[in-house]
Structures are given as structure tokens and as C-alpha cells.
């Protein structure tokens, strides 16, 4: 089995079991501690978790409202815009919150939508111009367009929502071309409500901008030309309803503010930064802390946190890309800094390993390259009583420049799956990093003997020579 469908496999086995959910405003949530049940699954596979997309669309009756950082005009992208056409056909209002980054290249492709009636779509802190112009304003705008919303919810009629790590596009759904182990789970009942608050709160913020005032509409519809709408997933009834069982869920619904986009706007912090909300979160482990981040750049005080953590006795542990697996090259050399102060101080340190082809994938972060099945689930467990699920990464991008949002799960069973992958499900998976006299040394247990790499995996010389330019260059901070 690859990698990649055996480490989500072992993650959504345990967030499938029993979880009980804590609703309200995060500080509200903390304060009163008011429990409310809610119904929970989580999606296993890619292929899943886009049917149970679709699904949701053809089940609305009244309304749809879906907020994510890319959506792009490919396969999968532009089937779920045709399925959101028909729904609009039916009657079924729909609010579509996008960010300008990262999905600008569906603004075509959305004409034909945004005509039909009860249908908006706005965009978050966008471009002033389009074309060419674009790509000027974003070096003389840096600073304010290099803040992004990178928010994930799909909201249907109240009743149901997904909320995770996936963006909308064929590589977060695809299986035939690459693997993104990655994580998202489907919600009904109490949890509705704040992530319908959380919505809300960016949708009616001074950073979202219809659609029709950043490119308006030509007086004459254009042709929609969608790629090989025929390798669309069919969706059927037993595709479209998840493997995982339907259990009592619970969780505490997180978010940054939409003001973080734009602090010189003036908005008040109606949500606590996510960052501050999650250092809540690590500074109360008493026995263990277990992270899952394929985009980990530790800096912002984060390895002395990790290394205090070790030094009173908690098991910490860490699972992000290796060199290889990495869709990012700057994101995993400035990473690489971090790796011998996180071993010595007795941070255990896990690289997941690439399988399968190599594949293009969007070409929005810095130094996107070809890279083969990628870790792109976030996640993290605490004292085995706790889980999050969403869309923060533990980098300073995360942390200081765009929005996030997730969930904390409050489920021993599902913190101890998260335990049990550490313990016994990388071993085909990944290598894990451990300090030796001569330097770092990569774990190889996938074989029938133990084998210890004294160089990086997979790297040549010219690669890794690469590596560490780019790990002294002065852009950690964008990544």
C-alpha cells in the first residue's frame, strides 16, 4: 500500500471514534466550558472527500457557502463549479468566498455562476488590477497583498460543513496522479453555528470585494471550455458517503480574525489569533505532544516551546516532508536549521518519505516544484485527550501572515491514534531524524534491518548545496 493512503488511513481511523463537541466563540468556548453534541466523520480518502463535496451540493435546498484559498479551473475544480451551477439552477443561494492569491485563475471560469441568480462571490484581499497589471501590483503592494486567507469551510443549508486541510483542485482530490496525505472531516449539529459565525464575520469584512467590482462581467457570456470533464469522479452513492462511522463529535471551533489581513483597517479582533489560541493548547501538555505539519519552519519561539516541553518530561514528537516529498524547496531548507537544536533536545523528528510519480503542482509557493505524493494534513494531539484538524501550519506564514481556522477535537481515542501512528505506522512512511556525533543521521526502519543514512536522503550534491543557500537566505519570514 503507499505511504501516503496508509498514513491518512491511520489518521481518520482514530478521528472517527466518539468525540464530544465544545461550540461557541474559542475564548467563550474555554471560559464556560458549555459541551454540545454534534455529529462527526472523517474522510479518508481523496476521492472521498471530494464526492462527499458533491454530495453536499446536491443535497442543498437552500443555501451553500464555501470559503477556501485555492480553487482552481482544473478537473476536479471545474466539476464542483458545474455542480454549484446546478444547484444555483434549483434555486439554492450561494455565497463563494475565495482568495486572490490563490485561486484568481477561476475568475473566468466562474462567469457563467456569478450570472445566475442568487449567486456572490467575493474575493479576499484582492489585486487592484487583473492581467499583467496583477503581477506588477503585487511587487510595488508586497506587503499588503503577501497577507492571504487560507480558511477552509464548505457550509450547506446549517446543517452540514467540512472543515480540514484540503483546498479545492485536482491535487488535493485526484488519486491517479498524486497523493496528498492530507485531512478534512464532515460536521453536523452544534458546531454549525461558529463556523457559519466564522463565515460570516469575513464574508461581511473590509477585506472581502465582490467579484464584479475587481473584474465585472463582459456583456456577453464566454465560453466555458472545462478540461476533461469526463475523468470528473462519478460520485456515486457508495463513493459519496464516508468510510469512516458516524459518531458523537466535539470540538472547539478556532479562527483568526479577517482583520489580521489588514491591521492598518483598524477592524476589531473579534477571535483570538489562532497562534495564541494553539500556544493554549501547547503549554498545557503533561505527558505528550504529537504533531503532524508538512509545512514546519519551528522559528517564533517554537523549538524553545517544543525543547521546554521535553525538558519536564513530555513526549514530543513531529512528522513533517523530507527533502523529497516536500512541495516547497525554500519552506524545507529553512526547516532545516531547526533539525539538530529539535533532536538534541530530545525532539523526535519524522520525515515523510515521497512515493509515485512526480507531478506539477500549482505553482503558487515560492519555489513550487515537481514533487511526488506530499504530507499536507494538519494535525496535532495533546495528552492523548485532544486533537486538532484544520488548516494551520506551525510556520511563520501560519503565525504572522495569513488567516486560519480548524477544529480541536476533544476525543482520547482519536489522540491515541494520533499516538499510535508515531509509535507504529511510519515505519514504511517515513525516517526519522536523530543527532549523532558526526552530525544528523536519517532512520531507515522499512526494510528487515534498522539503517542509519549519514546524508539526506535522496539529495545529490548539487541539491544539497542548493539547499543550504537557500536555508541562509533572508526570507524565512515570507514562508
Request: charged fraction near 25%; charge should be neutral; glycine fraction near 6%.
Amino acid at each position: 500500500m503507499d505511504p501516503a493512503v496508509s498514513l491518512v488511513g491511520r489518521l481518520v481511523c482514530g478521528l472517527a471514534a466518539g468525540l464530544v463537541l465544545q461550540c461557541g466563540h474559542p475564548a467563550m468556548a474555554r471560559a464556560e466550558g458549555a459541551v454540545q453534541d454534534t455529529v462527526f466523520q472523517a474522510l479518508a480518502s481523496n476521492e472521498e472527500a471530494y464526492c462527499s463535496r458533491i454530495a453536499l451540493i446536491r443535497s442543498a435546498q437552500a443555501r451553500i457557502d464555501i470559503q477556501t484559498y485555492i480553487l482552481t479551473p482544473d478537473i476536479t475544480g471545474s466539476g464542483l463549479i458545474r455542480e454549484m451551477e446546478a444547484a444555483a439552477g434549483r434555486g439554492v443561494a450561494i455565497r463563494l468566498l475565495l482568495d486572490d492569491y490563490g485561486s484568481h485563475e477561476a475568475k473566468t471560469r466562474l462567469d457563467r455562476l456569478r450570472r445566475m441568480p442568487g449567486v456572490e462571490v467575493r474575493y479576499i484581499n484582492p489585486s487592484k488590477h487583473q492581467g499583467l497589471a496583477r503581477r506588477v501590483d503585487y511587487i510595488v503592494d508586497f506587503r499588503r497583498l503577501n497577507r492571504r486567507m487560507h480558511n477552509k469551510s464548505f457550509i450547506v443549508d446549517d446543517r452540514s460543513a467540512i472543515v480540514g486541510g484540503r483546498n479545492i483542485g485536482d491535487v488535493y482530490f485526484r488519486s491517479g496522479e498524486v497523493m496528498f496525505a492530507d485531512l478534512d472531516v464532515i460536521v453536523e449539529g452544534a458546531a454549525l453555528a461558529d463556523l457559519r459565525r466564522v463565515f460570516d464575520l469575513y464574508w461581511n469584512s473590509t477585506v472581502a470585494t465582490p467579484l464584479d467590482d475587481i473584474a465585472p462581467l463582459p456583456s456577453k457570456p464566454r465560453a466555458q471550455r472545462d478540461p476533461s470533464p469526463e475523468k470528473v469522479p462519478d460520485c456515486t452513492t457508495d463513493q459519496a458517503t464516508a468510510s469512516a462511522p458516524r459518531q458523537t463529535a466535539s470540538a472547539v471551533v478556532l479562527s483568526d480574525p479577517p482583520s489580521k489581513i489588514d491591521r492598518d483597517r483598524g477592524e476589531a479582533p473579534i477571535l483570538d489569533p489562532i497562534q495564541d489560541q494553539i500556544r493554549q493548547e501547547l503549554a498545557s501538555p503533561s505527558h505528550s505532544f504529537f504533531i503532524v505539519s508538512p509545512y514546519f519552519i519551528p522559528s517564533d519561539g517554537w523549538v524553545d516551546e517544543l525543547v521546554a516541553l521535553r525538558a519536564r518530561g513530555v513526549d514530543v514528537r513531529v512528522l513533517t516532508n523530507s527533502a523529497l516529498a516536500t512541495n516547497s524547496t525554500p519552506v524545507h531548507a529553512a526547516y532545516s536549521k531547526y533539525r539538530r537544536e529539535l533532536t538534541e533536545g530530545g525532539v523526535r523528528l519524522f520525515e515523510f518519505k515521497p512515493t509515485a510519480s512526480p507531478v506539477q503542482e500549482p505553482e503558487l509557493e515560492l519555489g513550487s516544484v515537481r514533487s511526488r505524493s506530499t504530507l499536507h494534513a494538519k494535525t496535532f494531539a495533546v495528552d492523548g485527550e485532544r486533537v486538532f484538524v484544520g488548516s494551520f501550519n506551525f510556520d511563520p506564514r501560519s503565525v504572522d501572515l495569513n488567516t486560519e481556522m480548524g477544529l480541536i477535537l476533544r476525543s482520547p481515542a482519536a489522540a491515541s491514534t494520533i499516538q499510535s501512528l508515531f509509535e507504529n505506522g511510519l515505519r514504511a512512511s517515513a525516517y526519522e531524524v536523530q543527532s549523532s556525533p558526526g552530525g544528523l543521521v536519517w532512520i531507515d526502519r522499512s526494510g528487515d534491518a534498522e539503517k542509519a543514512l549519514d546524508r539526506e536522503p535522496g539529495l545529490n550534491l548539487l541539491r544539497r548545496a542548493w539547499l543550504k543557500v537557500l536555508a541562509i537566505a533572508p526570507i524565512e519570514h515570507l514562508l
